[in-house]
């Protein structure tokens, strides 16, 4: 996107160094990566920076506007209810394309989506510092939207959202079958970086309302604070799983990442968002677009993960099909800009911005992200099979 360092990098790019990078994660998490890493970070100019600073921002202020938890109270199922939900989440991730301006020409960001749950935290973090050892990165450039932040200042910030008053071994990152997860990797790099084992909701024992586990010398702790990472669209489709923990009981426990702001802070949000950076959206029970408007939306279900259940190219017969359409929306389809320009072509953008908030902050601070690379219809792996220059990587920043 700064055309002098991509070209730049392109020039001094080696398949060797890319290798090297990826046998080094391989070295630092053996067996971990389940996801591929793209040959290239991203580089922002301040501009284009700023604006999605600025995009955050107005999320940021919808969701600690005066009455917030009240609208999105029906976003919550009965069936996931679940007690001791804290004042706010402690974890927001926000997507947006980088999409081109038609009037203007410039790269400009459109959200996708948003989540009150946490991401790849602890990953990034890892991946970001150590990329730059294998890979080009200008000097004046960062990961971090804060030019005051560094890598120690980060990772208090997240040890003290996710363990809050607790010792990393009263906590535990709680996931299902999570060497199973695409995202274990994260989960390897928590323990690495903030002491937090995980703990598959299986192994969780519960005696009255105190919530144990059994540690690896066999000896029993009480688990006081759990960092959920479980999704309960996955939850509900597990009825095979035995577990003595219930997320509908009241144990005493706290939690980093209450679940219910995965539903408060999600897609059931977006008809609620006015703002240029925010597609226009609608839900399904409220508009009909006509049979010749049909291609400029796509229809999301309001909670599923990773893509899946999302329409592109909706036809009637979709809409048709659709068993619940209380759950369910039409969002204008953004254009994803070719912003990158790599050596096999063009390739799209899609950055998540993350943001912490710990207990005892006035609000969520902003300080890093992710990007994902496509050149294919659709962002994620599954999209871009046998393509290179595509996959999970960082955005650089201009400082």
């Known amino acids: ?215 690896p010398d066999g000896r029993r702790r009480q688990v006081k604070r759990i960092y959920n990472r479980v999704i309960f669209d996955e939850l509900l489709q597990r009825t095979d799983l035995q577990t003595a923990f219930d997320f509908g009981t009241d ?19 977006l008809p609620m968002l006015d703002h240029p950076s925010v597609p226009k959206t609608y839900r399904m029970t409220e508009f009909t677009p006509s049979e010749a408007d049909l291609p400029k939306y796509v229809l999301k279900p309001l909670f599923s993960f990773a893509g899946q259940g999302v329409v592109f190219d909706v036809t009637p017969a979709d809409l048709a099909a659709v068993p619940d359409p209380e759950n369910w929306i039409l969002m204008e389809k953004v254009q994803y800009a070719p912003a990158l320009q790599s050596p096999v072509g063009e390739v799209k953008v899609e950055i998540r911005l993350l943001y912490l908030w710990p207990e005892g902050d006035a609000r969520p601070t902003l300080c890093t992200n992710l990007v994902r690379l496509s050149q294919g219809s659709m962002m994620g792996v599954r999209y871009n099979k046998d393509k290179t220059w595509v996959g999970g990587n960082t955005a650089y920043l201009e400082n």
């Open 1 to 215: 996107m700064v055309p002098d360092i991509r070209q730049k990098y392109n020039q001094r790019f080696t398949q060797a160094a890319y290798e090297a990078l990826l046998a080094r994660i391989e070295q630092d998490c053996p067996g971990q990566l389940d996801f591929r890493v793209a040959e290239t970070p991203v580089f922002m100019d301040r501009a284009l920076k700023e604006k999605l600073v600025a995009a955050g921002e107005y999320v940021v202020g919808q969701i600690m506007a005066p009455g917030f938890k009240a609208r999105t109270d029906g976003a919550i199922p009965a069936r996931c209810q679940v007690p001791g939900e804290r004042a706010h989440t402690e974890f927001l991730a926000v997507d947006y394309a980088i999409c081109r301006n038609e009037a203007t020409g410039e790269l400009e960001p459109k959200m996708i989506e948003l989540q009150g749950f946490p991401s790849l935290f602890a990953w990034q973090q890892y991946f970001s510092a150590t990329q730059p050892e294998y890979l080009y990165v200008p000097p004046n450039y960062s990961y971090f939207f804060d030019p005051a932040m560094n890598g120690q200042s980060y990772l208090r910030l997240l040890k003290q959202t996710i363990c809050g008053s607790y010792a990393p071994e009263d906590v535990v990152l709680l996931e299902i079958e999570p060497h199973k997860q695409k995202t274990r990797v994260d989960f390897y790099c928590t323990q690495k970086l903030t002491g937090v084992d995980t703990v598959c909701l299986t192994q969780l024992q519960v005696e009255g309302r105190q919530v144990f586990r059994t540690l």
């Open 251 to 269: 144990y005493d426990v706290e939690w980093a990442g209450h679940p219910a702001w995965f539903f408060r802070i999600s897609k059931y949000i």
